[in-house]
């Protein structure tokens, strides 16, 4: 099983520093992840919290069917500019992120990630507050 966790921490992007929600996949930066699948290709940042946190809220208590949904944007700060998508599915014991498409790569050879609901809901709730970033953002 998968795990989530989601740091909150203010990010120095060119349109200036912003709280933004970094996503941990069995705790790895989403946007290391995609970096590394992506072959180097840097440009990924992570969304503004309150926004990424109310859309996962919202999708998570939506209903089984599959939703996308944004989860990195772009460290110009045009969260559509450079960007990665995921495909959110509820399940009652599940929640798992199937097919991450990204601005370069239509499709990316990364998950399904399927994560334990209860351990989901709680990253959910209670994401943790640092005093930095995890990991360093350049534009």
């Given at each position: 099983?998968?795990?989530?966790e989601?740091v ?21 930066a ?6 590394e ?50 495909e ?6 599940r ?7 990204s ?6 050879a990364?998950?399904?990630f399927?994560?334990d ?15 930095g ?7």
């Amino acid at each position: 099983m998968d795990t989530l966790e989601i740091v909150i921490a203010e990010i120095d992007l060119p349109l200036g520093p912003a709280p933004r929600a970094e996503l941990l996949v069995n705790g790895i930066a989403l946007t290391q992840l995609v970096e590394e699948l992506e072959l180097g290709r840097s440009g990924y940042a992570p969304l503004p919290a309150g926004t990424l946190l109310r859309t996962l809220r919202a999708v998570h208590v939506g209903g089984s069917e599959p939703v996308r949904v944004a989860a990195l944007g772009c460290c110009c700060g045009d969260d559509r500019c450079s960007w990665v998508d995921v495909e959110v599915r509820n399940g009652p014991e599940r929640v798992r992120w199937e097919r991450l498409m990204s601005s370069a790569t239509d499709v990316l050879a990364l998950g399904p990630f399927a994560f334990d609901r209860a351990q989901y809901e709680e990253a959910l709730r209670r994401p943790r507050v640092a005093a930095g970033p995890v990991r360093p953002y350049e534009s």
